[in-house]
């Protein structure tokens, strides 16, 4: 039964388009990734039978399987014994038989990667920080302190929820990531009180200090969410790199297709697609102690749909959302959210919005709440997630302004909003 009958809605029409974004592409993933150790020389830095710890981290990131695989394997022909750590804080509902989970949703088992997977919550004090006043401990994963050697993998780009020239990358991964759960418990309430750059620059020198850190290996992805660059580098180049692959990351940053949005419509979101379930670069919307929102894009409604399955019930970001339907709510792990959100210190992410029975329902309600604009006029976007921006959906409010970008391309006109017999959205995509 709807929560209030309206009157008869006239939907606007929709147009699927295509954005076009001028970004490159690795198209060797795993030569690239060899060509890349062999470039900087790993070989003379490494004994025969030295163990290194590989880090492979929660988040969705496209070509990691190929990568953290072709760097083990690149490892055992030089005589080392790698092995691969699951580095992520609070994921996998921070166990350790979670987080082998995730990592085996992404394709990385002991049979795919051909080493061993060692699990483990446990952190070793490997430093701490002092500069900032009261006295910081820096850790490490048990099992990567243990190792002759650690490489550290991961992708580099803007952080979802930080702003500044330094996102989510190689530093962080030895924050948050060697850190496992105790450590990225404290380190984010460290970032309350004294800046995340700052507090993840100082814990990441502290790591390189021990020596362990043997050569990153930073992944930059395109608009398409493809893999856009490769980088390896040696510990002492680490921190420099890092900044310019940043750079990078930030041009090739996906974005909606216009700034002013009455309502978005997001069929998915998940730790998957985001740390933040949903990338506040693309909707913009913040929710901390610490950054202001996003001046652009201004979007008055965001309406959620559903989960990943890859999640795992972790809802985390829902809070970013005005509107949601029940069958998303019933799929949420209360724990693995809440765990993590508390951890990154960001309760806020956690809130549910108003919840409906139908998508119908929810968009009803979203377009009678944008103000003295008639449905059929309504500016909507249509996205599958906010990792996938290639391809969306707008509404004819769009098309004068479609028409005049050379950067956007009309593919098809799929005519009225329209929704199957259940009340649920009939799928774009």
Not at 126 to 148: C, F, H, N, Q, W
Request: charged share 25%; hydrophobic share 40%.
């Amino acid at each position: 039964m709807a929560l209030i009958h309206y009157p008869d809605i006239k939907y606007p029409k929709m147009l699927k388009i295509f954005q076009k974004f001028e970004v490159p592409k690795v198209e060797d993933v795993p030569g690239r990734v060899a060509k890349e150790i062999a470039r900087i020389n790993v070989r003379s830095r490494i004994k025969p039978g030295a163990s290194v710890a590989v880090t492979a981290g929660s988040r969705g990131i496209r070509d990691i399987a190929k990568v953290v695989g072709t760097t083990v394997s690149e490892l055992k022909k030089m005589g080392a014994k790698p092995f691969i750590i699951p580095a992520m804080g609070s994921h996998g509902g921070a166990t350790p038989e979670g987080q082998k989970e995730v990592l085996a949703r992404y394709g990385i088992t002991e049979e795919t990667m051909g080493v061993p997977i060692r699990a483990t919550m446990e952190v070793v004090q490997v430093s701490e920080v002092t500069e900032l006043g009261p006295r910081i401990p820096v850790y490490m994963d048990k099992y990567a302190y243990e190792a002759d050697h650690v490489v550290v993998i991961n992708r580099i780009k803007p952080h979802t929820d930080f702003t500044g020239d330094l996102g989510s990358g190689l530093q962080k991964m030895m924050n948050i990531g060697l850190g496992k759960h105790v450590g990225a418990l404290l380190y984010h309430k460290a970032f309350v009180s004294f800046g995340y750059a700052n507090v993840i620059k100082k814990v990441a020198q502290k790591v390189l200090e021990t020596g362990k850190i043997l050569f990153g290996v930073g992944i930059v992805e395109n608009s398409y969410d493809e893999t856009a660059n490769i980088v390896a580098v040696l510990p002492e180049n680490l921190v420099e790199t890092e900044l310019e692959l940043e750079r990078q990351a930030s041009k090739y940053l996906a974005h909606l297709p216009f700034d002013v949005v009455d309502i978005l419509i997001v069929d998915e979101m998940g730790k998957d697609i985001s740390g933040a379930g949903m990338d506040p670069n693309v909707h913009g919307r913040i929710m901390n102690l610490t950054e202001k929102p996003h001046e652009k894009p201004k979007i008055k409604r965001i309406f959620v749909r559903d989960l990943t399955e890859d999640t795992h019930g972790n809802a985390t970001g829902i809070g970013f959302a005005d509107f949601t339907t029940r069958r998303l709510i019933n799929k949420i792990d209360p724990r693995a959210t809440y765990i993590n959100c508390i951890t990154g210190i960001a309760p806020e992410v956690a809130r549910f919005p108003m919840t409906f029975d139908t998508d119908r329902e929810a968009i009803d309600v979203a377009l009678n709440t944008i103000g003295l604009i008639e449905p059929e006029n309504a500016k909507i976007i249509w996205i599958k997630n906010t990792l996938v921006l290639g391809e969306v959906i707008v509404s004819e409010a769009y098309r004068k302004e479609l028409e005049s970008r050379s950067d956007l391309m009309l593919v098809k006109e799929l005519g009225e909003l329209a929704f199957d017999s259940e009340g649920n959205l009939i799928p774009g995509f």
